[in-house]
Structure formats: C-alpha cells, structure tokens
C-alpha cells in the first residue's frame, strides 16, 4: 500500500491582521491574490450625464479597496443631482462635480487615493489621458461627446486597457466591456459540485493498486470495514467485475450504466443493524455523475484552436502553459488531475491515503507540464505556481472576447456596425417564436433605444429623434413595436437617471471590473442591457 | 403617448428626474392605476420599514431616500463590526461598536434633505401587529431565514380581506457572493416566504458520528472542537463566536485534531468561517439586489410602471459568477403552505421512528426548518418543549415509535415552534413503505 507522507507545517498562531477582519467578507471570495489585484488597479471614470450610474459604481470599487481612482467630470453640481446622487450634498452646489464626488466617495475608504478633474493643472481628458500613469480600466458614462469617446478609444488601444461605456436612463440601462485582446480567465471559481473528476475509467497503477488492496477479500470484511470502504474504491472494484464479465469493456452507455448501478446498489450488505450501507448509496449515486470518459471541454477546446496575431500575447505565461496542457492532452488524451477528492464516507485514515494518491498524481501531472513549459522558449520565466493553478482549473479555463481581439478567426473582421444588425436579425427572429418558445423578449430593443442617445450631450431626443437614429444603425428595426416603446420610455427619462437603476447597474459593473481586474470569476461577454420595468438582464455579444 | 407634463410634489428642481417618471406614464404604465397628479403626492406621506441595516439595509435606505419616500423606519438590533465596513458604506471605522440603525438613520438623514428616518436598535420581534399596521410597504435586507419567515407570517396574519389597508408588500432581498435574489410578497395573495422556504434549503449537517470518530476534512476537525471538546472542556462559560479569543480556542483544538488525523486545511479564517457560518458579501451585490428590491418599491408606491407580483413575475435571481444571468419567474402559491395555504403538507416519515426521531428531523427538512418543534395530533398532545412541566409529562413519548402512539398514515399533525408563534405547521404524514 502507498505510504503518504504529510507535510504540514504548523499554521502561525496569531489572529488575523486588522486589514484582514476589515475585507474578511470579498477575502472568501477572491483570496489575497484577487485583494493585491485590486489594491494595485488604478481606474478612470469619465462622468458625464446626469452622473449617478458612475459613482455608484465607483462606491462599490472604493469599498472593497481598490488602489486608486481618478473622475473626470467637467460638470458643476445642480439641484438636480441632489435628488439622485448620495455622494453629493447640499453645500456642493455650484462646484465642480468631479471634486465633489471625490470627496465623499474617498471618504469611504482611508486606504483608497482617490483624485478629481479638470483642475488647473490638467484642464482637459486629452492632457490627463497623456500625463497620468497607465489606467488599469476605464469607465465613461452615456451621454458622451464624440471626440471624447474618439480620445478614450485611442488610449485604449494605445494602452490595451480595457473600457466598460455604461449608460442609465430612467428604466433602462446597458453596459458594454471592450476588451483589448482575448482575455483568458485560469480561476474561474466553477460550481464545487462540477468538479469532480475521479478518472475511474483510466485509473492509474497506484489508485488500482490501492483498490485492490483494499477490496480482494471484500465478502471477508467485518460489517464495519464493508460500510466504510470509501465509494471510489467500491466502484473500481465493481467496475472491474463487470470489465471481466463484459469483454473488457466498461459500461458506456445510459442503459449500462443503471445496470451497473444496480449491481452496485445490490452489493450493499442489508442484513446489518442500519438495514443499508451509506457509502454503496454514495457509490450508486455517483455511477452516473462520475463514470465519463475524459473529454475536452469547450472552454479550453477554444483556448488550444486559438490563433495569435500578437507574438508578444503568445509569448506570455497563459499561453506557453496552455501550449503545454495541449501537448500533454495529445500526449495522454487527458487533462491533468485536478486532484481534489470530494468528501465520502470512509475511515479517517484510509481517506487521506486515497486523498494522498491523487495529490500525488495531481503533482506528477503537473510536473509534466510545467517541464513542457520550461522546455519552450521563454517558459523559464513562467511562475510554477501559476501552471499548478492551470492544472487545478483546466477543465474550467475560459477565453473571453476570444474573436474580438488579437485572432485570426474570420469572426473577429467583422465590423461591430455590421454585428449590431446580424444580432438584431437574430433577436427579433427569437422574439417571433417567443410565445411558443417560451424565451423570455430580446432586450435589445432597450440597448437600439439607448445607444441612440449616447451622444445627445446637449438635448435630450424626443422617440422620434430616436427612432431617426436606429433607423440608421439598424434599418428595419425602427418599424419594430418594441422598439418603438423602448424610444419612447428612453424618451420618458428625457437623459435623467433613476437612482435605483444606477444603483443597480452600478453594482453590476463593480463586479464585473472586479472579475477583469482580479482575473477571478468570468466576465461578461460583451454588452448587459438590464430592463428596470421587467426586472431582468440580458447579455449579449454585440 | 407620453404625456409631457410633470407633476413635483414638492423641490421640483431637485427631483426633476424622478418627476419625470414617477408623474408621466410610459408605454408600460397601467392607466387603470396610475394617477400623474397623485402618485408624487402619495410618497410624501406613505410610511415605509426597512428591516436590517447592514449590507443590504444601508443601500435600501440610501435608495428609498433618493427615490422620493419621506418618511422611513428601520429595525436592526446589531452593532457594528470591524468586518462591516467593506460594503456597509454609511459606517466609517469609528463608528464600531455604535447601532447600525441609528448611525445609519443618522447619515442617510444628514445627506439627503427632507428626509425622516425614524431608526429601532432592537428585534422585529419586539413589536406587534399594531406597530407593523402603520406602514405601507416592508422592505427586507437581511441574513436570517427565521427572521424572514416571522415578518412573513406576521403580515399574513395582518390582512383583513375588508381592509384594504391590511395588505402590506413585502420586498425582500438576499445576496451569497456574487449572487442574489429579490422577491414581492402580497400577503395572502402572491407566493410568501413559507411557500419558497425549500428554495434556501439548510446546509446538509455532518453525521454525529462522522465527527467523533472519522473526521476526514478541516471542517469535521472544527465542527468536533465546536460540537463536542467545546462541550466537554469549557474553557469559558460561554462561547461568543464574535470573541477572537473563543475562535482562536477552536481553531487550536481543531489545528490538534487535525494532526491526529493527517487532516490539512484547518486554518483561523475557515474556522471562523466554519463557526460562524460566514456568508461572503461584498457591495457591489448588495447594490444590485438592493436597488432591484427598492425599485420594485417605487413602481408599487407610484404605480408608475408594473411591480413584480402584480400578478405575474414575482422573484428575481440574480448570478454574476459566470457572466451576468437573471432568471425572472413567477413562484406560485401553495395551497399546503403552513403560513398562506388552507391544506397540510406531506411528510414523509418512516412509522418505526421514535417521536424523538420525528422531532429532530424537522431541523434538516427544507420544509419544515424548525429547531424547537412542539407536536400535537387531533387534539392529543405528543410532546411540547415548554412549559417544562408539560415538557416532564410528555417526555416519555419521545421514546416511542410512531406506531406506538397510534400515528397512522395520512394523519395530520400540528406542529408549533417559539420561534414562529402564530404559526400552526400542519402536516399529513406519509408511511415510508
């Protein structure tokens, strides 16, 4: 039987440092590495509007420490932003909105350096997207001015920094993330319950040994012995009787499979005082969940056919680990072992001995890859630490903005002019068979009727005006009825925001800039159009 | 279509936007029910309470104040901690150890001019239907199921079908992580907390036994010095799981237990986590599902969109772990719901369990979720938790199986519990074959 040996030193007996009790709540989600992430992003908001959908979303990046942030807003503080922005107050009126916002947005958070333009040192964006430090991401909210939108996107691609535009108006509002290239995410935080992956089908030498060792005298085990084998190894055990009974085969399809079950679930010994056995009930439970043959999922099966134009994007960490995986998939027609065994019903003892058999196994996989990785040029500068979280996550590794950015795919050489109207052939397709389909309506209606005001920086346009606009961007869509009621509950707000709206759409948008920054969790791709009267999102790659 | 005209109530300049659509209909307003000239009017006078006044109750009161209501409760016995202020934005370092609800109050007020907002350091429970009768619309942030399910059966009892008045909205929202949901309750009419009760269904306990004797991950290690060293060695007289000096015992008695065994992972933040059943939130989902549920309440105060609830869509899920998803649905009433529904609701139990075993399962059971569960039968009496007289008395039962005590397949039985006094649970049970 392996021997494990546990290494494990003593964790240091102090309490948590006060920075620690502070985030200890977003901690349990994104872990220290996310909180450095965050601590060293530096963002831009270009406010403009009735401005509350910017700081909101400012609030919710503020609180949870991200490191800096600057605003700039050329507007002065009215009466109306009292009535819709809680970081401005009554003694703001007349000054400078940036400033204001500033103040009681810093207020929130000492750790957070937070500044505010224009001032008399930078008087407009161009001076401050040429004189500031690199912005990690920038923010800029509807309605904007056209040459200002034209200076963001240059620096954007200038920088690769990625921009998120928002617009609110009343009901409505959309968000959309433009990613300067695709955006790999490794720690993409899967539901646990889909990441069980036992390789019962392909064990190897030291896990059948293991099994065998524990099962070859099965009928002979004293009742406590039998009720505590852990169910992985009662399945390989029954797996090979039915190997034997079956030319070899293992049972493949969904008929086999509850025959199998059922000769698992009839093993269970009856004749004991609990009248079952818990671990052949967590055995047979798992016959169907867990007896796949390895396969390649989606999200990674497009990280390997991935094309890059960029030499400098291919060279970097992710993708000579990701070369590396595909080789070792080609090699073994596996992923590596994530290496986590679910909790089961088994003695103390015999579970860490088979949790020890697939940590080791999980370490030998890794190894591997991280020797590919060494062995490519420029690989000796890759973190091992970062191939073994590759190997934890590869089952769930996911590309985003995949044809929009530096690929070859003919999908990325479509103009977006020219996606809006395919995605807006396809909504109101979906949207003919919705009452048979029972699909929820296409809000994309909400995103034509908004997006048509995203320049209307000095007045508001009536549904008309706004019809007029998407006729252009859109042709056909305008005749569209929900369209047309989309233009004229846009026109109801008349530019202005609900705060509950911004709010909330504030709140979306600080999480996603939380994904993009930490590089945890999966962002959207690419546009999020929420609808405040039906009270539901879309998203939609637009 | 859109008329033009604006109906302000009161600074027009300074609520313009909201004027704008809360006083002129759009192409969804229901014209049966919206009034451009009084819906501004209503939200000046109409009470609202607000319940909780922490992750979610701060947003909820920034909110209503900046969506037109005047005249705001809110309720929450906490104080505030150091690990609130990484979304609890209207608490700053110095205010730790102050009420959350009246610091809160406080700030709200201080900002938004006009505003009243009237704050209770203390439990829903310590008021009665009188005080709950006052307010219009209840909005819900907090991170008890039993108290959701009190307020629930609280303002179903309230509704008089004569009073118009007696029927009061309940909003509520909830967030885990980067989830969430927000929900409309209309007592009585619209699915209630008690009818949606298996959709938060309690986290599976470990096996007793597991525990004591074949711990396997960090967790068993901590729930064992939790449970059971705890119990047996008592180093203080009783354990306050906010006190770090308790935890850090823990934590060294589960770092013990896991050495024994070869268990790694014990570490003090799962401990803590583990203790506590920490829930992880941060602002930015408190944002989204606050704002969802104070939405909903500025379209039920003005009627001037249609509200989740009336009648069709009532509860929104949020997730924002993969991309943004949204599910809208309409929860359906249940007729067996022992808060809203006339029948009792099915159990299935095994008839050689002892009365014990019936008692203790009510804990787990997504429906039923009761701790201290008091049992009657067609007038008989089979156990009760108090008075400890009649808990003496019937005692004895606890022993005896189902069988024995005459329980027959497709009985009911009436089950109470402290912690939701107006409530009789009724359920018919259901003989395992």
Request: net charge negative; no cysteine; proline share 6%.
């Given at each position: 039987m392996t021997e494990i040996v546990m290494s494990q030193t003593p964790p240091i007996l102090h309490g948590p440092s006060e920075k620690e009790r502070k985030y200890d709540r977003q901690l349990r989600l994104w872990a220290a590495s996310g909180q450095a992430a965050l601590e060293s992003a530096n963002i831009l908001l270009v406010n403009s509007g009735a401005g509350t959908v910017g700081a909101e979303t400012l609030k919710n990046l503020v609180l949870p420490g991200i490191g800096r942030f600057a605003i700039y807003d050329e507007a002065q503080v009215e009466e109306a932003d009292l009535g819709v922005n809680f970081f401005l107050d009554d003694s703001c009126l007349g000054k400078s909105r940036s400033q204001s916002l500033r103040d009681l947005i810093t207020e929130l958070n000492p750790d957070v350096q937070g500044t505010w333009y224009p001032n008399e040192g930078v008087k407009t964006l161009e001076s401050l997207l040429a004189d500031s430090p690199v912005f990690t991401a920038i923010i800029y909210t509807h309605p904007i001015r056209l040459d200002q939108l034209s200076q963001l996107k240059a620096y954007g691609q200038q920088h690769k920094t990625p921009l998120v535009a928002v617009h609110s108006a009343g009901f409505y509002s959309y968000f959309q993330i433009n990613l300067p290239g695709a955006f790999p995410i490794v720690d993409t935080h899967p539901d646990e319950t889909a990441t069980t992956d036992l390789r019962l089908l392909t064990p190897w030498p030291e896990l059948v040994a293991f099994a065998e060792g524990l099962t070859k005298d099965i009928g002979g085990l004293d009742n406590f012995e039998h009720g505590h084998l852990p169910y992985v190894v009662i399945l390989l055990h029954y797996l090979e009787q039915w190997k034997a009974a079956h030319d070899g085969k293992y049972p493949t399809t969904y008929k086999e499979k509850t025959e199998f079950r059922k000769v698992v679930q009839d093993a269970a010994r009856t004749g004991n005082p609990e009248g079952g056995e818990e671990n052949f009930d967590e055995a047979a439970a798992a016959v169907l969940k867990t007896l796949v043959p390895p396969s390649l999922p989606s999200g990674l099966k497009e990280v390997f056919e991935y094309e890059h134009s960029d030499p400098v994007e291919q060279r970097s960490g992710f993708w000579l680990i990701a070369d590396a995986v595909k080789q070792f998939y080609e090699k073994h027609q596996c992923l590596p072992l994530p290496g986590k065994l679910p909790d089961m019903k088994a003695q103390s003892k015999v579970y860490i001995q088979l949790q020890g058999i697939y940590k080791a196994k999980a370490r030998k996989d890794a190894a591997e890859i991280l020797q590919m990785v060494q062995a490519?040029?420029?690989?000796?500068?890759?973190?091992p630490a970062e191939v073994d979280l590759f190997c934890k996550n590869a089952a769930f590794v996911k590309l985003i903005n995949a044809t929009g950015g530096g690929g070859s795919s003919s999908s990325s050489k479509i103009s977006r002019a020219d996606r809006l109207k395919s995605a807006a052939a396809l909504e109101f397709a979906n949207d003919e068979t919705a009452a048979f389909t029972l699909a929820p309506l296409s809000l994309l209606p909400i995103y034509l009727a908004l997006q048509a005001t995203a320049h209307a920086v000095d007045k508001p346009l009536n549904a008309d005006g706004i019809l007029a606009v998407v006729a252009e961007q859109a042709p056909g869509a305008e005749q569209n009825e929900r369209v047309v009621q989309a233009a004229q509950e846009v026109a109801r707000a008349a530019g202005g925001e609900l705060h509950n709206v911004s709010a909330l759409t504030g709140g979306m948008v600080a999480q996603e800039l939380i994904k993009i920054v930490t590089k945890q969790y999966i962002p959207i791709d690419n546009t999020c159009v929420y609808d405040g009267i039906v009270a539901r999102c879309q998203v939609l790659r637009l | 279509m859109t008329s033009t005209e604006v109906h302000p109530a009161s600074e027009p300049a300074r609520w313009v936007y909201l004027d704008r659509i809360r006083t002129r209909p759009g192409p969804s307003t229901n014209p049966d029910v919206f009034s451009p000239e009084a819906a501004a009017a209503a939200m000046e006078t109409m009470k609202i309470l607000v319940i909780g006044a922490g992750g979610l109750g701060c947003e909820i009161l920034k909110n209503l104040a900046l969506s037109g209501f005047k005249d705001i409760h809110v309720i929450d016995m906490d104080t505030i901690d150091i690990s609130n202020l990484n979304r609890q934005f209207l608490f700053r370092q110095a205010d730790v150890g102050k009420y959350k609800a009246e610091v809160a109050a406080r700030f709200v007020e201080k900002r938004v001019k006009g505003i009243k907002i009237t704050p209770h350091n203390c439990k829903i429970q310590d008021f009665d239907e009188d005080f709950y009768m006052q307010f219009q619309l209840v909005v819900c942030g907090l991170d008890s199921i039993e108290a959701r399910r009190w307020i629930n059966a609280t303002l179903v009892n309230m509704v008089?079908?004569?009073?118009?008045?007696?029927?009061k909205p309940l909003i509520d929202g909830g967030t885990e992580g980067f989830k969430g949901q927000a929900r409309v309750i209309i007592p009585t009419i619209t699915s209630c907390i008690e009818c949606q009760l298996d959709m938060h269904a309690p986290r599976a306990a470990v096996p007793l036994c597991t525990l004591a004797s074949i711990p396997r991950q960090p967790e068993h290690c901590i729930e064992w010095a939790h449970l059971i060293a705890w119990d047996q060695e008592k180093p203080f007289p009783q354990l306050d799981k906010d006190d770090p000096e308790h935890i850090t015992w823990l934590y060294q008695k589960a770092l013990e237990r896991a050495a024994e065994f070869n268990i790694p992972g014990v570490t003090y933040s799962l401990t803590q986590g583990v203790v506590k059943n920490i829930i992880p939130a941060i602002a930015a989902t408190n944002s989204v599902i606050a704002a969802a549920c104070c939405n909903e309440a500025l379209k039920i105060a003005s009627n001037c969109a249609p509200a989740l609830g009336f009648p069709e869509a009532n509860y929104m899920m949020y997730s924002g772990n993969d991309s943004i998803y949204t599910y809208t649905f309409k929860h359906e009433k249940k007729d067996d719901c022992p808060v809203c529904g006339q029948l009792a609701r099915n159990m299935d139990v095994d008839p050689t369990w002892t009365l014990r075993e019936l008692v203790d399962s009510f804990a787990a059971r997504p429906e039923a979720q009761l701790k201290k569960p008091s049992v009657r039968a067609e007038g008989r009496t089979l156990y009760m938790q108090s008075p400890p007289s009649l808990e003496a008395q019937t005692r004895p039962n606890l022993d005896r199986t189902l069988v024995e005590l005459g329980l027959e397949e497709g009985q009911e039985i009436a089950v109470t519990d402290p912690a939701f006094a107006t409530v009789t649970f009724k359920f018919k049970l259901k003989f395992k074959q």
């Open positions: 490519a040029p420029g690989g000796e500068r890759v973190d | 008089d079908e004569d009073v118009e008045d007696s029927y």
